[in-house]
């Protein structure tokens, strides 16, 4: 017979052994069991100590008999020791092994909802669904690029030619400020005087006069 049948009185062959769980809670029932065991044990032995210290020097053979006690249940506890070593080792190994069937359990049950999910899945029809996206990808892309695009209605022009015709309406508006600033260039003159001067002496024939009566003076003095 197993060592679970042995503790937890199994059936006959062929018959269900215990759960995980039940063998579990009868393990930390042992546990508990021995452990009470042992505190019973640890007050016998302080009992013991006790009388043999009492008895020591009055009754020697009393204080053996109680030394003896001790003794046996000193060896009593010490074996309750190994066993409670023996059950918490096997309970731990219990709850991982447990723990792992529940965790191979639900590993088992999400491989099935997966294959489940994929059973009507063909892994061509998702290539090309794949690549259908990307297409429409691209398109879209190529037509957002399209309207970002400023529209000339089908004209084009260039644009250093557009430049050059901006520098020049620059240079004559500049030379317009300037004639305006020095004056008009066709400003009409003052027409010229209708009536005649008045006459003034030829100061060129006083002169000569002037000439002619000196040297008749000089000739007379002479």
Do not use: C
Not at 23 to 39: D, P, S, Y
Not at 145 to 150: T, V
Not at 157 to 171: N, V, W, Y
Not at 177 to 186: A, C, H, K, M, S
């Amino acid at each position: 017979m197993s060592l679970f049948g042995k503790i937890f009185g199994g059936g006959g062959k062929g018959g269900k052994g215990p759960s995980p769980q039940e063998a579990i809670q009868k393990l930390r029932e042992t546990e508990e069991m021995l452990t009470k065991k042992q505190e019973f044990l640890e007050k016998k032995i302080e009992q013991e100590l006790q009388i043999a210290k009492k008895n020591g020097t009055k009754n020697k053979r009393a204080a053996l008999q109680a030394l003896k006690r001790k003794k046996r249940y000193e060896k009593q506890l010490a074996q309750i020791d190994g066993t409670l070593s023996t059950i918490e080792f096997q309970r731990e190994a219990l709850e991982n092994a447990n723990t792992n069937t529940e965790v191979l359990k639900n590993m088992g049950f999400a491989a099935k909802a997966m294959k489940s999910a994929h059973e009507n899945m063909d892994i061509d029809k998702v290539d090309d669904l794949m690549q259908d996206i990307t297409e429409q990808q691209e398109l879209a892309q190529e037509i957002s690029d399209a309207i970002s695009k400023p529209v000339g209605f089908g004209e084009e022009f260039d644009e250093d030619e557009l430049l050059a015709e901006l520098d020049e309406l620059e240079q004559e508006e500049l030379d317009k400020n300037l004639l305006e600033i020095g004056g008009p260039e066709n400003a009409p003159l003052p027409n010229v005087p209708s009536t005649s001067l008045p006459s003034r002496p030829a100061k060129k024939e006083e002169d000569e006069d002037d000439m002619e009566d000196l040297q008749r003076w000089a000739m007379e003095a002479m």
